[in-house]
């Protein structure tokens, strides 16, 4: 084995092992770390997914195993970038909703940039989030409960869908693992079947979506693309990606730009179903 060859499967190594530490990775990111340019970096995840060891997508890679982060450590992922996110979300919610605030690091963003003085009922099924919102006068807090999954961090048992059964909200910001044309997907079967569900119940649906999740499939569909589906997305998001979507019906907002690619949602408490 060559010099360069052996700097080649240390850095390999080395991004491996952040795979596993945190189950994504960022091409920039590591070019950073490396000291390298992104082509390198690219070429070296080409290289890992042909060996099975990644899964290549938009502006980055993935574990190959499909296995769900636990929220404890994508919650200290990227703060910077899911801030922005979360802020942006946020300004979306309107007085007076119902809103049901599903699992997620980017949703625990969206919690703590709602506006003050914003009136709101949240339902969530996520520890994390309700002690982030359990100080706030103005919002009346809804705990679903059940055993919480460490993976997930947050109740998705058949205690937790039972109590969901009865909760018809004006708006599911739900937390996703991947986004594709063929619409919005987790990881853990039960944990999809608990984000359907409630997108099911709720008149509308909002999904803030950091950019590696784009055009990244995960194994078990949550909802699909629909009018009633508003996204919103980081600024340096994919353009031809944000094409296609958006050909698809779904409201688009981009965080960070002045305005949206389409207009904000307008749902009040009173709308009708």
Same mark, same amino acid.
């Given at each position: 084995?060559?010099?360069?060859?052996?700097?080649?499967?240390? $850095?390999?190594?080395?991004?491996?092992?952040?795979?596993?530490?945190?189950?994504?990775?960022?091409?920039?990111?590591?070019?950073?770390?490396?000291?390298?340019?992104?082509?390198?970096?690219? $070429?070296?995840?080409?290289?890992?997914?042909?060996?099975?060891?990644?899964?290549?997508?938009?502006?980055?890679?993935?574990?190959?195993?499909?296995?769900?982060?636990?929220?404890?450590?994508?919650?200290?992922?990227?703060?910077?970038?899911?801030?922005?996110?979360?802020?942006?979300?946020?300004?979306?919610?309107?007085?007076?909703?119902?809103?049901?605030?599903?699992?997620?690091?980017?949703?625990?963003?969206?919690?703590?940039?709602?506006?003050?003085?914003?009136?709101?009922?949240?339902?969530?099924?996520?520890?994390?989030?309700?002690?982030?919102?359990?100080?706030?006068?103005?919002?009346?807090?809804?705990?679903?409960?059940?055993?919480?999954?460490?993976?997930?961090?947050?109740?998705?048992?058949?205690?937790?869908?039972?109590?969901?059964?009865?909760? $018809?909200?004006?708006?599911?910001?739900?937390?996703?693992?991947?986004?594709?044309?063929?619409?919005?997907?987790?990881?853990?079967?039960?944990?999809?079947?608990?984000?359907?569900?409630?997108?099911?119940?709720?008149?509308?649906?909002?999904?803030?979506?950091?950019?590696?999740?784009?055009?990244?499939?995960?194994?078990?569909?949550?909802?699909?693309?629909?009018?009633?589906?508003?996204?919103?997305?980081?600024?340096?998001?994919?353009?031809?990606?944000?094409?296609?979507?958006?050909?698809?019906?779904?409201?688009?907002?981009?965080?960070?730009?002045?305005?949206?690619?389409?207009?904000?949602?307008?749902?009040?408490?009173?709308?009708?179903?």
């Amino acid at each position: 084995m060559s010099k360069t060859d052996h700097f080649v499967s240390e $850095r390999q190594a080395l991004i491996y092992a952040q795979l596993q530490r945190h189950g994504r990775v960022l091409a920039q990111e590591l070019a950073q770390t490396f000291d390298v340019s992104e082509d390198t970096v690219r $070429r070296d995840l080409r290289e890992m997914a042909a060996r099975g060891e990644c899964e290549r997508v938009y502006g980055g890679a993935l574990m190959a195993s499909g296995t769900t982060v636990p929220l404890k450590t994508r919650m200290g992922e990227m703060p910077d970038r899911k801030a922005i996110l979360g802020q942006a979300a946020a300004s979306l919610v309107q007085n007076g909703m119902i809103v049901f605030l599903d699992a997620g690091s980017t949703n625990l963003a969206i919690a703590k940039h709602l506006a003050v003085g914003l009136k709101l009922t949240v339902v969530t099924n996520t520890p994390a989030i309700a002690a982030e919102l359990a100080g706030n006068a103005d919002i009346e807090l809804i705990l679903i409960g059940g055993r919480v999954d460490p993976s997930v961090g947050a109740a998705i048992d058949t205690t937790a869908i039972r109590q969901l059964e009865h909760i $018809r909200p004006d708006l599911c910001i739900v937390g996703v693992c991947g986004l594709t044309l063929n619409g919005l997907c987790a990881d853990i079967y039960e944990d999809a079947t608990f984000k359907r569900l409630a997108c099911e119940a709720s008149a509308k649906t909002l999904a803030a979506v950091t950019s590696e999740k784009l055009g990244t499939p995960a194994a078990f569909h949550v909802a699909s693309l629909s009018s009633t589906l508003t996204l919103v997305l980081e600024e340096d998001a994919d353009n031809d990606m944000i094409g296609s979507l958006a050909d698809t019906g779904v409201n688009i907002h981009q965080a960070g730009l002045s305005s949206g690619i389409s207009s904000p949602m307008h749902l009040s408490k009173d709308q009708s179903r």
